[in-house]
């Protein structure tokens, strides 16, 4: 069974210290890893689908990277809008389900 | 603005009742996913539709039922609403079912059952 576990549960930060974000996986054969964001009361927003270790992409101030047990989302100087949870998921081999994490809420104070 | 529209937003329905819950999938989008999120979890997968059929099943049970139309849009439908079926339920949309496909989830519906 596909099983995800995200660290921390919450985070705090103050504005331009960055900090990194952890999601741990375990799945039978790794089809693609997906990060999201989720704001309070939204829908998953999405940020990046990572294939195979070793694979970096980026966005504005969020990196994220893949080995072949976990996956880090990198958050480099966060602003007060980059508050929100972010999700991780693993996608099954078949079809497109995706087992997700529980979450990391990120709060960034000014 | 992902495309994926989502209806109701919210709604209040009583333990026993049955409700439908409805989702526009992207633009060119032939694969419907939904997911229950409970408060302070992250999503469950209940079901995918693609070409109009049940493409996979997750953990629940057959009074969670759903259909796919021939223009990709879907609908959830729960019956014998139990307490715990307070949720944002979400659907989430693709092309195909190729894994590494992109998804794209709308906003959600909240169900509240008293």
């Known amino acids: 069974e596909d099983q995800v576990t995200q660290s921390p549960e919450a985070l705090r930060l103050q504005e331009g210290e960055s900090s990194s974000l952890n999601c741990s996986y375990t799945?039978?054969?790794?089809?693609?890893l997906f990060w999201y964001r989720q704001d309070p009361g939204k829908g998953p927003e999405f940020l990046f689908t990572?294939?195979?270790a070793g694979e970096e992409k980026e966005k504005e101030r969020l990196k994220a990277t893949l080995t072949k047990k976990e996956s880090f989302l990198h958050i480099t100087a966060p602003k007060p809008e980059d508050s929100a949870t972010y999700l991780c998921?693993?996608?099954?081999?078949?079809?497109?389900?995706?087992?997700f994490g529980e979450g990391t809420q990120l709060t960034v104070n000014p | 603005e992902t495309g994926v529209t989502q209806s109701p937003t919210h709604l209040i329905k009583t333990r026993g009742q049955q409700v439908t819950l409805r989702c526009s999938s992207q633009?060119?989008?032939?694969?419907v996913s939904w997911y229950q999120q409970a408060l302070g979890q992250g999503p469950q997968f209940i079901f995918q539709?693609?070409?109009?059929?049940?493409?996979g099943r997750g953990n629940f049970p057959p009074r969670f039922s759903g259909l796919q139309f021939p223009n990709y849009s879907s609908e959830l439908n729960v019956n014998a609403l139990e307490l715990d079926d307070s949720a944002l339920y979400l659907c989430?949309?693709?092309?195909?079912?190729?894994?590494?496909?992109?998804?794209?989830f709308g906003e959600g519906s909240w169900l509240t059952v008293v």
């Open positions: 989430a949309s693709s092309f195909g079912t190729v894994s590494g496909n992109t998804i794209y």
């Open positions: 998921a693993v996608q099954a081999p078949s079809g497109s389900r995706l087992t």
């Open positions: 990572l294939y195979s």
């Open positions: 539709y693609y070409r109009e059929e049940e493409n």
């Open positions: 799945v039978s054969g790794l089809r693609g």
């Open positions: 633009s060119g989008h032939n694969t």
